[in-house]
């Protein structure tokens, strides 16, 4: 099998060093008292969306991190379908897929199941974590970051 290199366009933390370090910074603000694996299945969802290789490279080596299963990893692009992810995990990745795919809006069905899993507070960090990957994911896509160069 022969890959085909794609030539990455630019190195935008070396381009724009104050826009990568504000954006890291609203990623870690985001991030504040979610579950770490929580986390990374919701970037994880939203970069396999947007097909960003980057951030699903980057994304699935850190759950593994985080302690999540290969099967559950496996299995996240059929998380519907699936019985190995918990209603709060499924009531997540829904918001992730509706706030992901914004022009098809955010159905109150799904906000309020979100709502009826995460308490205000913890929606509030997980909406952030959502419109912060999807930062991360366009960014990334743009400028044909590799994937295995963190």
């Known amino acids: 099998m022969t890959t085909i290199p794609v030539p990455q366009r630019m190195n935008f933390s070396a381009v724009a060093p104050r826009v990568f370090k504000a954006v890291l910074a609203l990623d870690a603000a985001a991030r504040e008292r ?5 986390v ?22 850190d759950a593994r991190e985080a302690g999540e299963t290969e099967r559950r990893i496996h299995q996240l ?4 379908e699936s019985s ?6 499924r ?5 992730t897929e509706a706030v ?9 069905a799904v906000y309020d199941e979100a709502a009826r899993h995460f308490s205000e507070a ?13 930062a991360w994911n366009r960014l990334n ?10």
């Open 122 to 134: 913890e929606l509030a960090q997980l909406i952030a974590l959502i419109f912060t990957v999807n």
């Open 100 to 108: 992901t795919r914004l022009p098809d809006g955010v159905p109150d």
């Open 34 to 38: 979610l579950d770490p694996v929580l």
């Open 141 to 150: 896509i743009t400028a044909r970051t590799t994937p295995g160069t963190r």
């Open 91 to 95: 009531a997540a990745l829904a918001l």
């Open 40 to 61: 990374e299945l919701v970037q994880i969802r939203a970069s396999q969306i947007n097909r960003c290789a980057y951030c699903i490279d980057y994304h699935t080596t």
């Open 84 to 89: 190995l992810y918990t209603a709060r995990e």
């Open 77 to 80: 692009g059929a998380w519907e």
